[in-house]
């Protein structure tokens, strides 16, 4: 056999794998991480999954946005399984930011099957954010 054909073969073997039903598909969420999201991968993200998602919308000038920083982290190693979180700097992603009307930071938004279905605005530490995140799990 031809290394052309050869590798001809293990080509749609692989694409035959991949394009079989129960073939795993690629994700962009790893589990107990916050994922950084940008106006170019916002919504290709959010479609990878059917977990809600926490989108904090911060800025690095933003003092209750790092003060908030920590605890995104903290909770999405605690959600693990259950729901996903995001950052988007508002001030590098301007087009997602006015999308979503984001006029006040740190602002945040959960969003489910890619729509946006709760939020709340500023340092609302994390009984805050576990109350905007819990009604939308399960």
């Avoid at 073969?9 to 790893?30: D, H, N």
């Avoid at 991480?33 to 990878?48: E, R």
Wanted: net charge positive.
């Amino acid at each position: 056999m031809s290394s052309d054909s050869e590798l001809e073969k293990i080509k749609q073997e692989m694409l035959k794998r991949m394009m079989s039903p129960g073939a795993p598909k690629p994700s962009f969420w790893r589990d107990g991480q916050v994922m950084t999201l940008s106006d170019a991968n916002f919504h290709t993200v959010l479609a990878q999954t059917d977990k809600p998602v926490l989108v904090d919308f911060w800025a690095e000038w933003c003092g209750p946005c790092k003060m908030m920083g920590p605890i995104v982290n903290q909770m999405a190693a605690e959600y693990t399984g259950k729901a996903h979180f995001a950052k988007l700097n508002t001030d590098q992603n301007r087009r997602i930011a006015t999308q979503y009307q984001v006029m006040s930071i740190p602002n945040f938004i959960v969003f489910k099957g890619g729509k946006p279905v709760g939020q709340t605005v500023g340092a609302v530490g994390k009984q805050g954010l576990a109350s905007l995140i819990s009604r939308h799990i399960g």
